[in-house]
């Protein structure tokens, strides 16, 4: 494209808007506000003079009024630390424009014009890893959700929709590779030492989905051919080194092109598609049109570098990003409130697809344990919000368990309401009513009710509604009938003080006690505050199987007795159920007594149960490595009005050390008998590895030397990350002579492979030891740790934020080093520094002496002038 040629600007108006003036408390940003956009962007070119320390970017933007809007004689331009160098309407120099903060201005009298703008970025200088910027010698951008007005002025909002036309300029040693939405059209050298390429995509889309990355990189390539018979190239593009590890990563993506044609029936839409990794990266991956960007850690793997939590992960996010082209980028959202439209279905259609590709049980398990631990606090917290949000201050703070895993399970709930074959029709619906638009929350729902048959009025209220419903569920018995009580309450939670019974689809079984069998899995649905359901041809009271397969995402309030507990752990044909009933008997257990712990007679209960998931020889070792999880202590947390995190730690641990050294035959067994399979990638041989270190755990806690012993020695027999990982986080947490030398050893071993780094930082700060918060400030001083790298950051104090022990160290150091990070990591990567908050919003669940030290860190950080929108935010909802 051509450049545009410049005007001088008007210099005070042309300053960039710098984040320490940011107000404490930034304004409130409301769904009802919504307004369609004045002006619609249908072409836009864009033109890149690349340079790690000064960019030069032309854009070109071919605007029309929009008959929906408001008639405005002037468009919004959104920036962001930006200065307008020159602007230009219909090829000459503009002179109607001004700044409005951060936006640019600029009068438009007619219907239709062509908008120029030039600006000048600084990618080196980027520390916030939003827009463009240099990421270990490559440039890349993450415009998602508001990065690309860092790059340039732009109504950089989801529903202005433009197909784009990119050049890029650059130098040919350092960016030999030129990558950008689309298809490469054409491409030269010049004779200055540059060279050019230029992209086109023909799909129209909005600004966030833009990507742009210039760098030496090389690219494992393969092929697709659609269900239409297209060839499509693929290519993962990653430094030299990385070339051998991205096997998975391809194998990955042709599973996820093939079953989103089996499952959804949606064929890939370009003749390319292009995955770039990246080390520096906000969160895990970006699904932009033709371009995803991923963090290294959802590439890179192979058997001595990545664990099998790995391997699934990087499927998962492959999946999850290239299944975002249909859900996500054909049809994307309206406004950022309507974010679940995009990332709850997509990540229904990620776990769908993860639940084919392996085991579709122990998938569902690990599903429910991720809601369970990290979207049912967020729901009972201050943060609290619907999966469709009425308010945000800063977007970026939404991208939460509750607007994708609850969005999911919400969007998973109409599919059990519909079954799986009217579901695909209401999807196919959507898809059709709806491809190249923005859409809402509502659309979805509609094209469901008019794709399904379903009636969704009422269901409307999951969307608007925030909080985990609580249902109690009482079985009685009637003459021959079993009489099942439900009854529902939906908590207050900021701002929602009243609230309204919701559709809640229960599966359930009846299981006769006697012969161990059910007549068949029924669904109810409970719709009302309270309601009562018979089940006639019982003889006597059966045993009650609810929320089978975690049907609803609700905290089930039921007081079982421990002998039904067991019998469902060993008998229930759902593996959810049964894993549920493990979890509900070991929860019955440590929440009683205020945390302290019950009795003897629950915990021989709880021997007794877990002996049988060990003997169960009709059992797959995925499914028995799961059953042999305890619940987790935020989980535990959840289930107290006020919780105390020591006490639950010590009841927690106390279990499994008494399980460790009353299961120890059983457990070393186990252990020697996976310990004999080989290495590969199928189920069975990823179970035995489970089982180790499950087996481990257990051993750690109860017989510590034996298992300190038997840890080391998998350590040194290790083949691969899971085992070597498995060991290592064993010893991690003993006090062994083997911690310190195998610890070190594992770093020498893979030094300079920064994923594996990670590991080594994480294993230290998640650790049981007693010292792992001085470890964690000893870490932070190593050579190796920096705050501008986000998963050095996460693999440091995330792992520690989740170690309840030391983050909730009774002297509230825990808490000041969250806090001390969040004030230094603030200036650098806000985004990333906000997500730290979260941890310390619990303060009011949580018993008065951490409780107030909590809430006083919270408010050091609220007193400190000059925080980002993102932190002010959720320090501000954590108090408020
Ligand atoms: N859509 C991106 C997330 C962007 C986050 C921006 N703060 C990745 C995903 O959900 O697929
Ligand atoms: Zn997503």
Redesign the pocket.
Known sequence: MDSVSTSSAPAASAQPVDAATMPQSPPEIRREDYRPPAWLVEEVALDFALDAAATHVSARLKVRRNPAGDGANEIRLNGDGIAALAVMVDGQPGNDWRMDGADLIVALPGDAHEVGVETQINPAANSQLMGLYASGGMLCT?C??EGFRRITFFPDRPDVLSTYRVRMTGDKVLYPVLLSNGNCVAQGENADGTHWAEWHDPWPKPSYLFALVAGDLVANRDTFTTMSGRTVDLAIWVRAGDLERTDHAMRSLRHSMQWDEETFGREYDLDLFNIVAVSDF??????NKGLNVFNTRYVLADPETATDADYDAIEGVIG??YF?NWS?NRVTCRDWFQLSL??GF?VLRDQLFSQAMGSESVKRIEDVRVLRSAQFPEDSGPLAHPIRPDAYRE??NF?TATI?NKGAEVIRMMRTMAGPEAFRKGSDLYFTRHDGEAATCEDFVKAMEDGTGLDLGQFRLWYSQAGTPRVEARLEHDGDTAVLHLAQTVPATPGQPDKQPMPIPLKLALFDRDSGTHGGEQLVVLDKAADTFHFPGFARLPALSLNRGFSAPVAIERTVAEDELVFLAAHDDDPFARYEAMQSLTVQYLTANGGQGGSDASREAIGTALAAILDDSALDDLMRGELMMLPGEAYLAEQMAVADPGAIHSAREGLKAWLGRTLEQRLTALHARASAVPYSLDAAARGARKLKTQALVLLAAGVSERAAELAAAQYRAADNMTDRQGALMVLAGLDTPARAELLADFKARYDGNALVIDKWFSLQAGSLHRQALEHVKALAQHSDFTLHNPNRVRALYMAFAGNPQAFHARDGEGYRMIADLILALDPINA?TAARFVPPLGRWRRIEPVRSALMRGELERIAATPGLSRDTAEQVGRSLG
């Open positions: 993450q998602e959700a906000n969160m895990g991956a970006m699904e999850h990003e975002h996500g995009k990332e997509t977007i970026s991208y994708y985004q």
